[in-house]
């Protein structure tokens, strides 16, 4: 570690673990309420919510810190100012525990989310964004904070670099793109429009442009690969997730109502996504072929993983299904789900897991740790991952051919043939679960354990 202010990424990596571990117990909490749905005295509805904000949290919290240990080692200099990093950090956690009891408390008490003066308190109701509008404006706050205090670290040092250019334009468009969900519209046709830049260019825009600069900066620090080499096929996968992320949303305007060329804006480019993802896969593994050299083989591995699953899962798990002519059969079936599932496994879950293994040993100040319990976690999750998708997958496709085609009714179609779809995704949940534990038990040991020659031997075998 060169920059003493780069601890402050510990904070939020932390903040993140936890809150990973968290989303995957409430996870399998929902995947048994679609079978037994009386399980818990909390409903399916405020145990999915949390289940879907924890992820979105701990994932921003995540990005959050692997910026703050990637922009004083490009700019050369410490943070611009460390005591705002650590206010951003406890407001920031103060804000999502609040928010995180408004929804336990509402679940409990639904009538204590009455309106007062004409505001709900605990939830707006908009899926995704469920967060009331106090809350909005303290991460709206928050993400503020943390673009400023970026900034003005490089605008102190004048010194540029194309990763941390890319970044901080990431940066700013992850701001940016939270505001359109602020705001409502009298016209639930608009009001959707508007809803789906926030949770479309967030993920497949925003959230893309800062997982470019970070698999660049990623691949430079593990192999030594030239800086010049990694940015300039930084700069033509970014070109290519804004040019098809910010026309592709598209592809969500289909059956709301709006002018029926989204059918072809959002066919045509939703499926060229992608391209720019396969490029990144490509490039992982150029770099791999042409630096061998490589300083820690677990990061090295990780950040390939995220590049192939982010292909795989972003990329080909959803064009399947985003075309118009495929789309109106399985449009909000559980094809979309194990997308979603696939898409942020290997986009994001993947990414930040890479940057805490590729960071943390610097941080802690150790050369060599325990690498073995790392590549455990790594297959246990990823394993448990696919075989969630592709149940969910097989389940989507008894419901869009019964629901669809045949027009059975929804309840029927869970409960009768999809039972044994919902046993198996529960079953493999667990074993996601055991990957993060792991995960968890050995963030908090990394460095702090000795290397035993085993656990040496079974990561060299592992890579």
């Given at each position: ?33 679609f079978i037994w749905p009386d399980v818990l005295i909390l409903n ?50 103060a804000a999502v525990g609040l928010v995180i009891l408004g929804y ?188 061998r050299v490589v300083s820690n083989k677990l990061g090295l591995f ?162």
């Amino acid at each position: 570690m060169k920059y003493e202010s780069q601890k402050i990424a510990q904070n939020f990596y932390t903040f993140a673990v936890v809150l990973f571990l968290v989303q995957t117990v409430v996870g399998i909490i929902a995947a048994i309420q679609f079978i037994w749905p009386d399980v818990l005295i909390l409903n399916f509805n405020i145990i999915r919510t949390l289940h879907i904000n924890a992820l979105v949290v701990w994932l921003l919290a995540g990005l959050m810190g692997a910026t703050y240990y990637v922009v004083p080692e490009e700019s050369q200099s410490e943070l611009w100012s460390v005591p705002l990093a650590h206010f951003q950090f406890w407001a920031t956690v103060a804000a999502v525990g609040l928010v995180i009891l408004g929804y336990v408390w509402m679940g409990l008490n639904p009538q204590a989310n009455s309106p007062i003066f004409g505001i709900n308190p605990l939830s707006e109701g908009r899926e995704y964004i469920e967060a009331p509008r106090w809350a909005d404006w303290l991460i709206a706050l928050s993400v503020i904070l943390f673009l400023v205090n970026n900034v003005m670290t490089m605008f102190k040092t004048k010194h540029w670099t194309g990763i941390q250019g890319t970044l901080v334009g990431g940066l700013v468009f992850l701001t940016l793109m939270y505001l359109p969900g602020m705001f409502y519209t009298k016209s639930m046709v608009k009001d959707q429009f508007w809803w789906w830049w926030v949770i479309h260019l967030w993920v497949e825009g925003a959230w893309e442009v800062i997982a470019g600069a970070l698999l660049a900066f990623m691949l430079m620090k593990v192999t030594n690969a030239p800086r010049a080499v990694l940015e300039k096929w930084m700069y033509i996968e970014v070109g290519f997730v804004l040019f098809t992320g910010i026309l592709g949303t598209g592809h969500h305007y289909y059956w709301i109502g709006t002018p029926g060329y989204w059918l072809w804006v959002g066919g045509i480019f939703s499926s060229l996504e992608p391209v720019p993802l396969l490029l990144m896969v490509w490039d992982a593994f150029r770099t791999t072929r042409e630096n061998r050299v490589v300083s820690n083989k677990l990061g090295l591995f990780l950040a390939t993983a995220h590049a192939i699953f982010n292909f795989v899962g972003a990329g080909l798990w959803g064009v399947i299904h985003t075309l118009p002519q495929v789309n109106k059969w399985t449009h909000g079936t559980q094809i979309t789900t194990a997308h979603g599932h696939l898409a942020f496994y290997g986009a994001y879950v993947l990414l930040v897991v890479a940057m805490i293994y590729i960071t943390l040993p610097h941080i802690r100040g150790v050369t060599e740790y325990n690498q073995s319990r790392g590549y455990r976690s790594f297959w246990w999750m990823t394993v448990s991952m696919v075989f969630i998708v592709l149940t969910i997958t097989g389940a989507g496709m008894v419901q869009t051919y019964m629901e669809r085609l045949l027009g059975l009714d929804y309840v029927t179609v869970k409960g009768t043939y999809n039972l044994w779809f919902w046993i198996f995704r529960v079953l493999f949940g667990f074993g996601f679960l055991y990957g993060v534990g792991l995960f968890v038990l050995d963030y908090f040991r990394l460095g702090r354990e000795p290397v035993t020659v085993a656990s040496a031997r079974f990561a060299e075998k592992a890579a």
